[in-house]
């Protein structure tokens, strides 16, 4: 009995996967500059605020010439690092 042909197999697709680049996903980290902005920015309001009340029967620091200003300043100072605190991942 005359034997059948053989079947040529068809080509491993696995030089083609090799050759593509995987994709990767961007880092969503923080940047480096986030945190200790935020925290500096907390800090820094507080003490305008803290400065602001100890002081305020005389010299009425840290800026005496805006006077009750000074609780706004601090106030915005604190929502700034707030602020921040949002993009905090």
């Known amino acids: 009995m005359p034997e059948s042909k053989s ?20 880092t969503t980290g923080n940047p480096p500059w986030l945190v200790p ?3 500096t920015l907390f800090i820094v309001g507080i003490l305008w605020v803290v400065t602001f009340y100890l002081t305020s029967s005389g010299l009425r620091l840290p800026v005496p010439a805006i006077g009750q200003w000074n609780i706004a300043v601090g106030f915005a100072i604190l929502l700034a690092g707030f602020g921040l605190s949002t993009r905090w991942k």
């Open 7 to 26: 079947r040529k197999k068809p080509e491993k697709a696995t030089a083609a996967k090799a050759s593509t680049p995987k994709i990767t996903k961007p």
């Open 37 to 39: 902005t935020m925290i």
